[in-house]
């Protein structure tokens, strides 16, 4: 039997800061108020006109120089992010062409917060089949470029990074072991782009209106996202015989802390287990779980039983389990 093992991460945060003090210097709000809602300080923002590949290169770059391998021996690069580069070509293909994974297949994925997940699933199946060795899957998104910072319920929410990992395969017993994916697509009115697509194409009227940025219904999204976050977290972790005890590390979407409070509390896993970044960070998207991996590499340890969560539009929603599958502190 194959298993899909992640055998490496890297990853990339821009360096510029964004903090509550500076966001409410151009928006009516305090760093308690954010702070008390979202358990957020700052968020990095990508300046320079440079896009969400930018931020994939960086990490696919480290993950290549930490693991040591050939990028002519990456067989695919996978990206999940709401934020391409543009519509078309895919931000998979420019990563990979930069990256010098020149004998890759590349290609999107989009599934907004959740994409992580989705991700994860998605090139862990290409491993399984046998016919594929070395994936490359990268997640991450700019949201500070479709961030809407006349309004103030939403602008302190996001910050841009991204996170990669490599997938390999495995006989033994560790690797990306189980995942529950979900949809309900009543979430539309709740949390979405207006306007960009075929439904609503771009007009000076949507520029002016802000369309183009995140719409979000916070009370509803907030409200299912606790729901939903905690229940999958918990199926997932029914259906593979797991206790609190043999959990190692809870690893939420950085949406709301909240939220991540929610989760551990509905598994009762005490806090010390949960990575949590979202102070720094803020809400990063499809790059928040890949995020927290990465900064919490050296901690992990083989057979360590890590349970992921993620949220989004869509709705999507979704679990992974995963044994992890080499000490973190050889890198």
Same mark, same amino acid.
């Given at each position: 039997?194959?298993?899909?093992?992640?055998?490496?991460?890297?990853?990339?945060?821009?360096?510029d800061?964004?903090?509550?003090?500076?966001?409410?210097?151009?928006?009516?709000?305090?760093?308690?108020?954010?702070?008390?809602?979202?358990?957020?300080?700052?968020?990095?923002?990508?300046?320079?006109?440079?896009?969400?590949?930018?931020?994939?290169?960086?990490?696919?770059?480290?993950?290549?120089?930490?693991?040591?391998?050939?990028?002519?021996?990456?067989?695919?690069?996978?990206c999940a992010?709401?934020?391409?580069?543009?519509?078309?070509?895919?931000?998979?293909?420019?990563?990979?062409?930069?990256?010098?994974?020149?004998?890759?297949?590349?290609?999107?994925?989009?599934?907004?917060?959740?994409?992580?997940?989705?991700?994860?699933?998605?090139?862990?199946?290409y491993?399984?089949?046998?016919?594929?060795?070395r994936?490359?899957?990268?997640?991450?998104?700019?949201?500070?470029?479709?961030?809407?910072?006349?309004?103030?319920?939403?602008?302190?929410?996001f910050g841009?990074?991204?996170?990669?990992?490599?997938?390999?395969?495995?006989?033994?017993?560790?690797?990306?072991?189980?995942?529950?994916?979900?949809?309900?697509?009543?979430?539309?009115?709740?949390?979405?782009?207006?306007?960009?697509?075929?439904?609503?194409?771009?007009?000076?009227?949507?520029?002016?209106?802000?369309?183009?940025?995140?719409?979000?219904?916070?009370?509803?999204?907030?409200?299912?996202?606790?729901?939903?976050?905690?229940?999958?977290?918990?199926?997932?972790?029914?259906?593979n015989?797991?206790?609190?005890?043999?959990?190692?590390?809870?690893?939420?979407?950085?949406a709301?802390?909240?939220?991540?409070?929610?989760?551990a509390?509905?598994?009762e896993?005490?806090?010390?287990?949960?990575?949590?970044?979202?102070?720094?960070?803020?809400?990063?998207?499809?790059?928040?779980?890949?995020?927290?991996?990465? $900064?919490? $590499?050296?901690?992990?340890?083989?057979?360590?039983?890590?349970?992921?969560?993620?949220?989004?539009?869509?709705?999507?929603?979704?679990?992974?389990?995963?044994?992890?599958?080499?000490?973190?502190?050889?890198t």
């Open positions: 039997m194959i298993n899909a093992v992640i055998t490496g991460i890297g990853g990339y945060v821009p360096e800061r964004l903090t509550n003090d500076d966001l409410s210097k151009i928006v009516d709000t305090t760093d308690e108020w954010i702070m008390s809602r979202a358990g957020i300080k700052e968020r990095r923002v990508l300046k320079g006109g440079k896009a969400t590949s930018y931020m994939a290169i960086k990490a696919v770059n480290e993950l290549i120089g930490k693991t040591g391998i050939e990028p002519e021996s990456v067989e695919g690069v996978i992010t709401s934020t391409g580069d543009y519509h078309f070509p895919s931000t998979a293909s420019i990563t990979a062409y930069q990256t010098g994974c020149k004998n890759a297949f590349a290609f999107d994925i989009q599934a907004a917060c959740s994409g992580f997940i989705y991700l994860l699933e998605t090139a862990a199946n491993i399984r089949s046998g016919r594929y060795k994936i490359i899957a990268v997640a991450g998104d700019m949201m500070t470029a479709i961030t809407n910072y006349t309004d103030r319920t939403t602008c302190p929410l841009d990074g991204c996170g990669a990992i490599l997938i390999e395969p495995t006989s033994d017993s560790v690797g990306i072991l189980d995942s529950i994916l979900r949809t309900d697509g009543s979430g539309l009115p709740f949390l979405k782009m207006k306007s960009g697509g075929t439904a609503s194409m771009p007009s000076y009227e949507s520029i002016d209106n802000h369309e183009h940025t995140v719409y979000q219904e916070g009370k509803a999204v907030f409200k299912r996202a606790v729901i939903e976050m905690a229940d999958v977290a918990a199926e997932i972790v029914e259906r015989g797991l206790k609190k005890e043999n959990i190692d590390w809870i690893v939420p979407h950085q709301n802390l909240r939220i991540i409070d929610a989760a509390r509905r598994l896993v005490p806090v010390e287990k949960v990575m949590i970044n979202i102070q720094r960070y803020g809400n990063t998207s499809s790059g928040s779980i890949p995020l927290c991996l990465w $900064e919490w $590499e050296s901690q992990l340890r083989r057979g360590d039983n890590l349970i992921l969560a993620a949220f989004g539009a869509g709705f999507t929603w979704g679990a992974t389990y995963i044994k992890w599958g080499y000490d973190g502190s050889d």
